[in-house]
């Protein structure tokens, strides 16, 4: 798989860019980077030209000299997603999935650049803010981190990713995820939490999203419950648009593209290939 760096207002990005045809842009969740595609971006890559990005700070890529401290706002995260779509030279409107804060990155970029959407996959996502014993625990996440020196506060979160089956079934799943946490730098946490923590209830806004949509969601996913993606789905659709368009995938929790890669994968490129007229 090939890796591609590129630079934004400075600091240095780094993306999967695979295959060729239609675009399909995948934002990885949190405290992950692009490798939790891995298994998208290998069957995808026949169809499509699929590009998964380190979100900044994780994985190969850099953080702002302040980043860590002030937080990343989910639309810092989107801004970067533009960028690299820039510096691919991809101007075609594309299709968009983000997983969790993915998807918080995803709702940016399709609010505050609606022409470059074609299709928006929403998986495994909320559209609400956070209230506030969970904010105040994202700050407590943060400063652990940094005080750690390390991700290790953020795998305290593995028992709620994955679903029970899962963990009892298919232990290298679990095994990928611990190492993919744990090579996240405290930076990378302690800025992505601080950003989640002040992003915005998008639900009043999401009737301005004219893209199709898709939202998917694993069946046992305690994170994002089906039943609240379900209200999201129900804004989304709209007149003029696919009815409510929600895929339940089944053997999964939160982390639906590694735990039930097969039937993930084949409900992105159904969409995508609608999406495209394919
Ligand atoms: C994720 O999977 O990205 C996280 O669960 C998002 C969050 O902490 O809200």
Redesign the pocket.
Known sequence: MAQRLFNVEGVRLACEDAGSGPPIVLL?????DHTMWDAQVKELQSHFRVIAPDLRGFGASQLAEDDAENGVGMERYAADVIGLLDWLQVSEPVVLAG??????IAWQVALRWPDRIRGLIPC???ATA?ADE?RAA?FKMAEAAMQAGNSSPALV?IP??LGAETREQRPEVEAKLRAMIERQSAEAVAAA?RG?ARREDVRGKLDAITADSLCIVGVEDV??PPAEMHEFAVLLAKSGHDDVALVEIDHSG??TPMENPAAFTAAVAAFAKKCYQL
């Open positions: 990885h969740g949190f405290p992950l997983l969790s804060m993915g998807g918080y495994d996502t909320r956070d969970p994202r979160m709620k990713l939490q989640m994170i994002s939160h982390m």
